[in-house]
């Protein structure tokens, strides 16, 4: 059975970094589209970053250049590193993942979540 376990978040300050985890279990991290996806209070669910199996990176504009997402195959865990972090960034952050690769990531066909991982960005 496919798990996503998501860890790493917690309370920061404006300007501070946090990095986040995702453990996939039962799951290959290195051939399938995998993502973050995030929901702030009063807020729909936001897909914030992707990476395919091919390395293909993407990042919502709310995010680019400050957040980074990161593969590690050995490890078979994705990671999400963020940077100059804002109060806007208050959020649940979910680990996310297809089930099949199919050629291109889009955040509507993952189907796997995790729980969520709380990061609060005070100010």
């Known amino acids: 059975q496919v798990r996503l376990e998501e860890s790493g978040g917690g309370s920061v300050e404006v300007g501070g970094s946090l990095r986040l985890s995702c453990t996939a279990l039962?799951?290959?991290?290195?051939?399938?589209?995998m993502g973050w996806v995030r929901q702030g209070p009063g807020h729909e669910r936001e897909g914030i970053a992707y990476?395919?199996?091919?390395?293909?990176?993407s990042y919502a504009d709310s995010v680019n250049v400050r957040f980074t997402i990161y593969r590690d195959k050995d490890k078979n865990m994705l990671f999400l590193y963020m940077n100059s972090l804002k109060p806007e960034d208050t959020a649940t952050y979910y680990c996310?993942?297809?089930?099949?690769?199919?050629?291109?990531?889009?955040?509507?066909?993952?189907?796997?979540w995790g729980q969520g991982t709380q990061v609060t960005v005070t100010s």
């Open positions: 996310a993942a297809e089930s099949r690769y199919r050629g291109g990531c889009d955040f509507s066909t993952f189907t796997y």
């Open positions: 039962e799951y290959d991290v290195s051939i399938r589209c």
């Open positions: 990476l395919s199996p091919r390395g293909v990176l």
